[in-house]
Structures are given as C-alpha cells and as structure tokens.
C-alpha cells in the first residue's frame, strides 16, 4: 500500500502563494488518479481537485479553480498543489489521497498525515 506524505504548508497573507507536495513511497502515484481535499476546523473534508491518472487530465472545485494548479513530478513521486490569490478561507489542513478518488467528492481510500495552511486577513 502506498504511503503518502504532504509538505510545504504554512502561514501566509490574503493574496499570497503557497505550493504543496504530496510524495509518494511509490512510483504508481505517477499513473493513478491522485486528489487534493482540505478540512477547515468544525467543517466538513472538502474535495479541492484532482489530476488524473490516464491523461493527467485535472479537475477543479469551483472555489478553487482559477487559482490552483495540480501538476506531476514523476521523477520525485510527487504531486504539487500550488495555490495562488490565496483567502482565509483557504485556511485549512490540506490532504491529498489515492484510491476511488471520484471528482467532487470528499472521499479516498488512502490518505496522507495533512498539512497546514493558514492564511491571515
């Protein structure tokens, strides 16, 4: 079973830029679907995006889109989240999953430890 590692989390301002990583222990996270999802405190998990495994082919939640951007580091078993024109209500613990990761969804079989974001007024 894969094992997944975020990083790259932090304190940031409104409008600032932060950039993910999700590492993989393996090489199949290159060819398999991978998702971003994040938790604000006493809300529920929300599903942020995705990069396919096919065609790499990515898909957005409509508060994010525009401003995030998913991309793959196959020679670093890594997948990148980079968020732009950040909001506090960007604020969350930030996850990225493998396993019937299905857009729009909140679900994945298998998840990393989180990473913090938080973005200040």
């Known amino acids: 079973q894969v094992t997944l590692v975020e990083s790259g989390g932090g304190l940031v301002q409104a409008g600032g830029s932060l950039r993910l990583s999700c590492t993989a222990s393996?090489?199949?996270?290159?060819?398999?679907?991978v998702g971003w999802f994040r938790q604000a405190p006493g809300k529920e998990r929300q599903f942020v995006g995705l990069?396919?495994?096919?065609?790499?082919?990515?898909y957005y939640a409509d508060s994010v889109k525009g401003r995030f951007t998913i991309s793959r580091d196959n020679a670093d078993n890594t997948v990148a989240l980079q968020m732009n024109s950040l909001k506090p209500e960007d604020t969350a613990v930030y996850y990225c999953?493998?396993?019937?990761?299905?857009?729009?969804?909140?679900?994945?079989?298998?998840w990393g430890q989180g990473t913090q974001v938080t973005v200040s007024p």
């Open positions: 393996s090489r199949t996270i290159s060819i398999i679907t």
């Open positions: 990069i396919s495994g096919s065609k790499s082919s990515t």
């Open positions: 999953a493998v396993g019937d990761v299905v857009a729009g969804l909140p679900t994945a079989r298998t």
